[in-house]
Each structure stands twice: as C-alpha cells, then as structure tokens.
C-alpha cells in the first residue's frame, strides 16, 4: 500500500518515514512533488487538510499532511501557525529563533511554558469522487530555553526543552538523538493517534 506524504520540509519527510516504519512498515510513503496549495487555513487542522487534500486530488493516492508549530503561553498561542514565517516571509529557522527569544528576553523561567503541536490530516479518496477525511493532534509540552544549544533536528529544536527530564541533566530537542526525539515528539504522538486510522487503508 502506497501513501503520500505532502510536505516539502525534508526535515518531516525523514521524521515520517521512521515514524511510519516503527508502526506500519509494509506502507510505503512517497515525497509529494506536485503544485504546493496556499495554506490560508486559520488553524493547523484546516492547513493539513489543504495540504492533504491537495495531495490525494493530484495523485490519487491516500495523503498524509502535518501542519505543525510551536505555541508560547505568554504570547498567546503564537507564532503558531505562524512558526515558519514567523521572522518573515522566507523560511529562515535562525531567524525566527532569534525573534522568539527576543520577544522572551524579559520572561524569567516559571513563564517561559510552551508546546509543540503536530497536527495530522489524512485524506482517502474513495469511488465516484467520494473522500474521506480524518484528522489526528498530538501535543508535546515544554519550555523555552534562553540560549539556542544543540545541532540536531530543525526549526524552534534548538530553544525547546521538553517536559519530563531530569532537572539537573535537561538539554534542548536539538540535543537529543533523532530517534529520542521520533519516540517523544509532537508529530510521534499524533501518530499514536493516526495508526487506527491508517488500519482502514
Ligand atoms: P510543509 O508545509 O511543506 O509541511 P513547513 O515547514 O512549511 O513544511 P508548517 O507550515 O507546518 O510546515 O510549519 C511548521 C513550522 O513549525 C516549521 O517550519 C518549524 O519552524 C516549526 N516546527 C514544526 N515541527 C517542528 C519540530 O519538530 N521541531 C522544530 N520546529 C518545528
């Protein structure tokens, strides 16, 4: 069975594949290369299903699209669906890291709570036009740290800390193994949330 994957972040192209290898090996996940949609949702649920769908009306195939961002407290819930272009319209990942904690600059540790959000859409086109859409959320709590540390992973990686460490031994996402960050992260526990669905392709 065949799926694609609609996102032109390689960075999530990687995470999907050993994501989907741990919970469905016999799939096999094809890079979408088609026209990219504009995501003019106003959540992270309606731009997966933007991405998704575009995917599966190109292809054909069943399509899989992550809308995804990080959330800080005090700024409300931003950048939110805004993570990537949060420093500007180009996707640049340093920038909107120095940006973010600008805007922290002032906010002592107790206050500095954020989350990832990995939001999951799965269209399934069906006979005579039909499809079927589901859509799967996973949230993966945390702070932001002062300093950016660590060289793995992408985007906001290097200013998250994680919930739940040790607190004399705790290290930013981009610290950590790919495959620690693949067990824990956002976009695996939306994939928790994804595998009964993907049982009914
Ligand atoms: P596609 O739309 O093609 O999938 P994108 O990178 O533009 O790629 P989004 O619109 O969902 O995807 O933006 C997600 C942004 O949120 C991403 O660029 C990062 O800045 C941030 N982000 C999402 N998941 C992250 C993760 O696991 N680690 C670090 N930053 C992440």
């Given at each position: 069975?065949?799926?694609?994957?609609?996102?032109h972040?390689?960075?999530?192209?990687?995470?999907f594949?050993?994501?989907?290898?741990?919970?469905?090996?016999?799939?096999?996940?094809?890079a979408?290369?088609?026209?990219?949609?504009?995501?003019?949702?106003?959540?992270?649920?309606?731009?997966?299903?933007?991405?998704?769908?575009?995917?599966?009306?190109?292809?054909?195939l069943?399509?899989l699209?992550?809308?995804?961002?990080?959330?800080?407290?005090?700024?409300g819930?931003?950048?939110?669906?805004?993570s990537?272009?949060?420093?500007?319209?180009a996707?640049?990942?340093?920038?909107?890291l120095?940006l973010?904690?600008?805007?922290?600059?002032?906010?002592?540790?107790p206050?500095r709570?954020?989350?990832f959000?990995?939001?999951i859409?799965?269209?399934i086109p069906g006979?005579?036009?039909?499809?079927?859409?589901?859509?799967?959320?996973?949230?993966?709590?945390g702070?932001?740290?002062?300093?950016?540390?660590?060289?793995?992973?992408?985007?906001?990686?290097?200013?998250?800390?994680p919930?739940?460490q040790?607190?004399?031994?705790?290290?930013t996402?981009?610290?950590?193994?790919?495959?620690?960050?693949?067990?824990?992260?956002?976009r695996?526990?939306?994939?928790v949330?994804?595998?009964?669905?993907?049982?009914?392709?």
């Amino acid at each position: 069975q065949q799926i694609v994957l609609a996102t032109h972040n390689l960075h999530k192209v990687a995470e999907f594949q050993s994501i989907v290898a741990s919970v469905r090996p016999d799939l096999q996940v094809l890079a979408y290369d088609g026209p990219e949609p504009i995501e003019d949702g106003v959540s992270f649920a309606e731009n997966a299903l933007i991405k998704a769908r575009a995917a599966a009306a190109h292809t054909g195939l069943p399509a899989l699209a992550d809308d995804s961002g990080i959330c800080v407290d005090v700024l409300g819930g931003a950048p939110g669906i805004f993570s990537a272009y949060w420093a500007g319209h180009a996707k640049d990942a340093s920038a909107n890291l120095a940006l973010l904690l600008d805007q922290l600059s002032d906010i002592a540790d107790p206050h500095r709570t954020a989350q990832f959000h990995s939001t999951i859409a799965l269209v399934i086109p069906g006979p005579e036009g039909a499809v079927d859409e589901r859509v799967v959320e996973g949230v993966w709590p945390g702070r932001l740290a002062h300093v950016a540390a660590g060289g793995g992973g992408f985007g906001y990686d290097p200013v998250f800390i994680p919930d739940g460490q040790r607190f004399d031994a705790e290290t930013t996402v981009a610290e950590w193994t790919a495959e620690a960050k693949n067990e824990a992260s956002h976009r695996a526990r939306a994939f928790v949330a994804l595998a009964v669905h993907l049982e009914d392709l």
